[in-house]
């Protein structure tokens, strides 16, 4: 499977973005799906996942209820709303699919990454 993402952008603390990630190909629900992100000279660390049906998800405690994971297999693409962003928010935001019903915080559990978008919050 092959991923797009797209969404990001610069945005003042407080407000709030919608990336998202499209997938090719037709086997989008038997993936189970996260969102990684990446700081300038940081490790690329885990922001939320979600299963393939969509009806677990699971966040980084650095996110939690600020930011909602959700997928639309019939368009092929899963979303992160990010609500309330901090200027520690600031990355690039990566999506990854892996073959399994549940989605995993290790980056290395993924087999397909898409290519990031950066997102900027001002203080």
């Known amino acids: 499977v092959q991923l797009q993402a797209s969404g990001g952008g610069l945005v003042q603390a407080g407000g709030s973005l919608r990336p998202s990630c499209a997938a090719s190909g037709r086997t989008f629900s038997s993936y189970s799906l996260g969102w990684f992100r990446q700081a300038p000279g940081k490790e690329r660390e885990f922001v939320a996942g979600?299963?393939?049906?969509?009806?677990?998800?699971y966040y980084a405690d650095s996110v939690k209820g600020r930011f909602t994971i959700s997928r639309d297999n019939a368009r092929n693409t899963v979303y992160l709303q990010m609500n309330d962003l901090k200027p520690e928010d600031t990355a690039v935001y990566y999506c990854?699919?892996?073959?399994?019903?549940?989605?995993?915080?290790?980056?290395?559990?993924?087999?397909?990454w898409g290519q990031g978008t950066l997102v900027t919050v001002s203080s």
């Open positions: 990854a699919a892996r073959s399994t019903t549940f989605y995993t915080t290790n980056k290395g559990g993924y087999d397909y």
């Open positions: 979600i299963s393939r049906s969509g009806a677990s998800t």
